[in-house]
């Protein structure tokens, strides 16, 4: 595995890029370097093709996030967004060795790797070295996309989320976390996940259905947005309703609010959530990759 790293680069605007392979932290002049390489694949890259969209540099965040970067000969041929996640863009496996040490070198806490599988399997292969711990491993997931209206019908009960009803869809969204990872959300303070589901909220990327006598009874986000891509995430039926056949018709509609904004549909999918992929296939989806999560 690579391991060539010098992270002191990343504060000397004053030193050119060596020749050969390199690493380092990507800054504002990297910017159209960055959108260029994860435009090779828009569907994967959704995540950091949103946040460009959103902050417009490749450079750090004012949180200290950033994106590390693999150049060869000057030419930045893989990257990887470190941030509270770790995220690989267009990363050869065989790059993983020297970007886990920049990672790791940075003194960042990371709360999971996702992405692309054979990228993110052999990030976690080098970060144990590095003495990271996962709790688990999500080695299959189902990247699966829908161009095109949804192949069952919508409900209509599903809009977008209104500030009016913050106080019910946080709850949710917080169950949802906790159902998926297996702790809650607000450990450490509410306040950064607050923040999180009333920014979707305000942005128009939250949707639910919030019935008469005040349940949510499903709700989603569109967590990644671009001109070409949206990734659905955060999927959720409350448990009261669940076995009822109607997460079909949820998911139509989330199709459909998609489509107003960007003309394919993502989402990714544990593999042995059987239930929810035929629930996705019947909507229209089908997969066009695989992703794994590794959650430290």
């Known amino acids: 595995m690579l391991s060539r790293v010098a ?19 990507l800054d504002g002049t990297d910017t159209a370097a960055l959108r260029l390489l994860a435009q090779r694949d828009p569907v994967t890259n959704v995540f950091i093709l949103a946040h460009l969209r959103a902050v417009g540099t ?8 950033g994106v590390i970067g693999v150049f060869d000969d000057g030419i930045l041929v893989g990257a990887c ?8 863009v267009q990363l050869d496996p065989a790059f993983a060795g020297a970007v886990a040490e920049a990672a790791n070198a940075s003194g960042r806490r990371y709360a999971s790797a ?5 990228a993110v ?3 976690h292969a080098e970060l144990v070295e590095l003495g990271h711990r996962a709790h688990e491993v999500r080695d299959e997931q189902p990247l699966m996309t829908i161009e095109g209206p949804p192949l069952v019908a919508s409900n209509p009960d599903l809009a977008p989320g209104n500030l009016a009803d913050f106080d019910r869809i946080l709850p949710a969204c917080a169950a949802m976390f906790e159902e998926e990872v297996g702790y809650s959300p ?9 923040r999180r589901v009333e920014g979707l909220i305000r942005q128009g990327h939250s949707l639910a259905h919030v019935n008469k006598t005040g ?18 995430q955060g999927v959720w039926m409350n448990p009261l309703y669940r076995g009822q056949g109607l997460s079909s018709g949820y998911m ?9 904004i960007a003309p394919i549909t993502s989402l990714y999918v544990n593999g042995f959530n059987l239930r929810a992929r035929a629930t996705y296939e019947r909507v229209g989806f089908r997969q066009v990759g695989t992703f794994a999560t590794v959650l430290f």
Not at 114 to 118: E, N
């Open 81 to 88: 967004w470190a941030g509270a996640n770790l995220v690989p």
């Open 186 to 194: 607000f450990l450490g303070g509410r306040e950064f996940y607050s």
């Open 121 to 123: 399997l052999a990030l």
């Open 58 to 65: 490749a450079a750090p965040t004012s949180g200290g996030a």
């Open 215 to 232: 349940d949510v009874v499903f709700k989603a986000e569109l967590g990644a947005v671009t001109s070409e891509v949206t990734q659905v």
């Open 114 to 118: 996702f992405g692309p599988a054979p």
């Open 252 to 260: 139509a509609s989330v199709v459909e609010q998609a489509r107003k």
């Open 7 to 25: 992270p002191w680069l990343a504060s000397r605007k004053d030193v050119p890029d060596p020749p050969g392979i390199f690493v380092r932290t």
